[in-house]
Each structure stands twice: as structure tokens, then as C-alpha cells.
């Protein structure tokens, strides 16, 4: 059974920084894309930032600039640098992992940003 664990979310104030973590951990015999959604209330869950095995970046035109996304093969662990936070940052964040050549999910993370 594979599972990603989140941390990292919390409440930071507007301009603040927050560093997301999201180790997977089970029966892992491949990694290959991993990334980063969110979801506000009301809306649909949209693609952050993902970084492919071979360290691709892509990010969403809403992040570019102020978010970093990073991995760290032999921890079996991503990574999202948030800087320049704004309250429109505020959601749930979820971890994605293609593993074993399957879609997994995290349980999501809560970041609040006030203005």
C-alpha cells in the first residue's frame, strides 16, 4: 500500500512564506511525475506546480515566480517553497504521485493566508 503524508500548511500572514513537505512511503518500486493542486471553497481543484523524475518543472501562470516546487529522490519526498503568499493562495493542498505507474493522493494540507 502506498501513501503520501502532507506537511507543512498552516496560517501565515500576507507577503509571509510556508514550505510544504509530501513523503511517500509503502510498496514503491517507480516515482515518476509528482506534484502540487489546490482547492478553494467553491471552486475546482487546479495543477499548482509538478516536477517530473528527471527534475522538469511546469508551473501555473498564477505562481510563477514566487512558488518552487523540488524533490528529493532518495526521501521519496516533494517539496513546494512558497514565497510572496497572498490571501488568493488560500486552499487546501493536495500531493500527487505517479507510483507504480498509479495516481495517488495525500490527504491535503490547509494553508491560510490573511490580509
Known amino acids: ?22 513523503a511517500a512511503s509503502g510498496s514503491i518500486f517507480s516515482i515518476g511525475a509528482m506534484g502540487w493542486y489546490r482547492q478553494a471553497p467553491g471552486k475546482q481543484r487546479e495543477l499548482v506546480a509538478e516536477i517530473t ?17 523540488s524533490r528529493d529522490n532518495a526521501k521519496n519526498t516533494v517539496y513546494l517553497q512558497m514565497n510572496s503568499l497572498k490571501p488568493k493562495d488560500t486552499a487546501v493542498y493536495y500531493c500527487n504521485g505517479r507510483i507504480n505507474n498509479l495516481s495517488f493522493w495525500g490527504q491535503g494540507t490547509q494553508v491560510a493566508v490573511s490580509s
Open 1 to 22: 500500500q502506498v501513501q503520501l503524508a502532507e506537511s507543512g500548511g498552516g496560517l501565515v500572514q500576507s507577503g509571509g512564506s510556508l514550505r510544504l513537505s509530501c
Open 53 to 69: 523524475s528527471g527534475g522538469s518543472r511546469n508551473y501555473a501562470d498564477s505562481v510563477k515566480g514566487r512558488f518552487t516546487i
